[in-house]
């Protein structure tokens, strides 16, 4: 089982609900944390890191002995990241999509490849919990590479629980890619509302089923409700806004362990889950 835990937009409370849920489940789960950009659910498990691995995408390199010129590489690159000028190449790595089409088209031979850093996986176990992590590297843009990687470690004979980039751009789109269930998070505002219909129209694309978790589900309005039942979207779970969960996210808790009470709620949500996914 795959579940990615999505949300439209930042702050919704994503991660608190890919933690507990794993946390809750307990045996035989991985937590696969894809916001690579600002990933922390590591802040809230506490993994005991075993693993680090730098990931490197390959870029061309230049041979300027070689090269007369000729443009071909340019000219084959849909990214811009190769220009030729009169007596002179320039390359743009960090335009570069790593698809080798230059490697291969340029007639003198004048192109190798070179890796550029993306990031840090670490990988560790949280208590029974299978842990991995990606960091994307500081300036870089290119996230989609190291999510396939965190990707690559899902098992296939456990729950894996992906807490996925907030949004509906490439990261996202990769990070919920063939997975058996998305979990949408959202709040009851017009700004929730406005980034759930945007993730929804995603996920819809790419065929997935999908289910909502309204988050300070007591605030706002009620428009995330009327739009889940005009579009058959199930609410699975609602965590109302109280002082003592805002306090446990706050100081890096997790609510099913400060407050028991919530276990069987999050076991639930994986139940119906299950049921829905098949
Ligand atoms: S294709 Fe090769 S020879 Fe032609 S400009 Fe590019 S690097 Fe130079
Ligand atoms: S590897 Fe592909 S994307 Fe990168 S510079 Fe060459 S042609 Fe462009």
């Known amino acids: 089982m795959i579940i990615s835990i999505a ?59 070689k090269c007369n010129y000729c443009k071909k590489c340019a000219e084959i690159c849909r990214f811009n990241a190769i220009a030729v000028l009169k007596n002179t190449i320039l390359t743009f790595p960090e335009l570069c999509h790593s698809c080798g089409g230059c490697v291969i088209i340029c ?17 560790g176990r949280a208590g029974k919990i299978d842990f991995v992590y990606g960091s994307l590297r500081i300036g870089e843009a290119m996230s989609p590479p190291l999510i396939e990687k965190v990707k690559s470690y899902i098992h296939p004979d456990k729950i894996n629980i992906i807490d996925a980039p907030p949004g509906t751009s490439c990261p996202v789109i990769t990070a919920i890619k063939n997975v058996d269930f998305v979990l949408m998070v959202t709040e009851p505002t017009p700004f929730g509302l406005h980034d759930l219909k945007l993730a929804v129209e995603a996920v819809k694309l790419l065929n997935i089923p999908c289910g909502l978790v309204i988050n300070r589900s007591d605030l706002g309005d009620n428009k995330v409700k009327e739009y889940a039942l005009q579009n058959k979207l199930p609410i699975l779970m609602e965590i109302p806004f109280e002082r003592r969960i805002a306090e446990i996210y706050s100081n890096g808790g997790l609510i099913v362990e400060e ?7 999050f076991l639930e949500l994986y139940r119906k889950i299950e049921n829905i996914a098949g």
Do not use: Y
């Not at 489940?25 to 809230?44: A, K, Y």
């Not at 407050?259 to 709620?265: C, F, G, L, Q």
């Open 259 to 265: 407050m028991p009470e919530w276990k069987p709620k």
């Open 107 to 123: 007639p003198e031979k004048a192109i190798s490849e070179t890796g550029r850093e993306l990031g840090l996986i670490q990988r």
């Open 7 to 65: 949300s439209g937009k930042g702050g919704t409370g994503k991660t608190t609900v890919a933690t507990n849920l794993a946390f809750s489940l307990e045996n035989n789960v991985q937590l696969l944390d894809c916001d690579v950009e600002e990933p922390n659910s590591h802040l809230f498990l506490n993994p005991e890191i075993q693993d680090k691995e730098t990931v490197s995408v390959p870029v061309p390199k230049i041979d300027e002995k």
